[in-house]
């Protein structure tokens, strides 16, 4: 029996068994956090390297420790240089991730690692009963749902329809189940027109210069942030708080999401690699496709162009994560949105000793939710009251 199960260990995971470990609401030998990979934030660390992202688009403030300026001050440790970008002090990805693995080796989060998959939850005897797709049985006193969107790939139909033909010529370039995409056949083209795609872009023309296209629906969408950042306070969450309709909240968050947007020193470097010609820029979407014998030809608009490999950079599908979350709204009766997500206390606890952190918590957190800054506030809010 544990007193704290968190079912999910990427940020939001760590962030929150971090908060209740530093706030001493839980020894580590009482925590269990389980997770389908064999460390923490593993999925994060491929994500960002399959992309090669150099900076992180939130500010330095903005981690899984407590304290605000922990980043900072484990920075100052290094001796290396160019550790931060902008006014905002963005963190590199390489710098964010030393740290990560301080906070994590500090808290000695591994040592409440549990690999494997939730398959069901249930109440049972006043406590939670957690079984796995293995049929192991983990009992906790109280869970944190802090589970993400990132198993739930969007693909346009159009690239559906293409993997049942060509399955190796079509990747989803966050499908866990795929290569090493240094390993595909040029030319190359790229679909996606937010921060991910443009990352992509940037490493794959820089090493197949002249044989990558890029291939977005609407112009770039130039912004700092994926949202307003007076959603991170109260000049944006205090009006949002105080609405009692869930669809108009869910309504709120759609407008407040900055999607398909990249900061502008991203635009620059896409720009110059478009510049120097070694990178080719598209607006439209496609509307067919031709296989050929050695090649697949793509219809945009009115023009077509030829590729041997199609990389999908389409971010993820919005619905309600987590399969066996049906299931437990079911038995438990849980409160549920129109748009399917929890209607939770302020608390984020959707049922007694049952809180969400991520993007089910966001009807109460708002846009932020699924951010890194969204997952401070949730842990805050969540250890705060306990």
Not at 107 to 134: A, M, P
Not at 292 to 299: A, I, K
């Amino acid at each position: 029996m544990y007193d704290w199960l968190v079912i999910g260990g990427g940020i939001h995971g760590c962030t929150i068994s971090t908060y209740l470990i530093k706030h001493k609401k839980v020894q580590i030998e009482r925590l269990c956090i389980i997770d389908p990979h064999t460390e923490p934030m593993a999925r994060w660390k491929r994500n960002t390297e399959r992309i090669s992202m150099q900076y992180l688009r939130s500010p330095s403030v903005h981690h899984i420790d407590v304290p605000p300026f922990s980043l900072q001050q484990f920075s100052k440790i290094s001796e290396e240089h160019n550790r931060f970008y902008g006014v905002y002090k963005r963190p590199s990805l390489e710098l964010f991730n030393e740290h990560c693995d301080e906070v994590i080796c500090e808290t000695d989060l591994q040592k409440s690692w549990h690999r494997g998959l939730v398959e069901s939850i249930r109440k049972e005897k006043g406590d939670w009963r957690v079984t796995t797709e293995k049929g192991e049985v983990i009992r906790s006193k109280n869970i944190v749902i802090a589970i993400s969107v990132n198993e739930q790939l969007l693909i346009p139909n159009w690239a559906k329809e293409l993997t049942i033909h060509e399955p190796k010529r079509v990747q989803h370039i966050f499908d866990e189940n795929q290569g090493d995409i240094t390993e595909i056949k040029a030319p190359i083209a790229i679909i996606g027109g937010g921060i991910s795609a443009a990352h992509l872009a940037i490493k794959m023309s820089r090493e197949y210069p002249g044989e990558v296209t890029l291939i977005k629906r609407h112009p770039f969408r130039v912004h700092d942030f994926d949202s307003d950042p007076g959603w991170l306070g109260l000049k944006l969450q205090g009006p949002y708080r105080k609405l009692k309709d869930y669809n108009v909240r869910r309504e709120k968050i759609k407008e407040a999401r900055l999607k398909g947007s990249i900061p502008r020193d991203v635009l620059r470097k896409v720009k110059s690699l478009e510049a120097e010609q070694k990178l080719r820029i598209i607006n439209g979407e496609v509307s067919s496709y031709k296989m050929e014998p050695e090649y697949l030809m793509l219809n945009i608009n009115d023009i077509s162009i030829q590729t041997r490999s199609i990389l999908l950079a389409t971010g993820f599908s919005p619905t309600r994560p987590g399969k066996w979350v049906e299931k437990l709204i079911e038995v438990e009766k849980l409160s549920c949105a129109q748009c399917g997500y929890p209607i939770v206390d302020e608390n984020l606890q959707w049922y007694p000793h049952l809180y969400v952190i991520g993007p089910l918590a966001e009807l109460e957190i708002g846009p932020i939710a699924r951010n890194i800054s969204g997952a401070r506030q949730a842990a805050e809010r969540i250890v705060s009251h306990l």
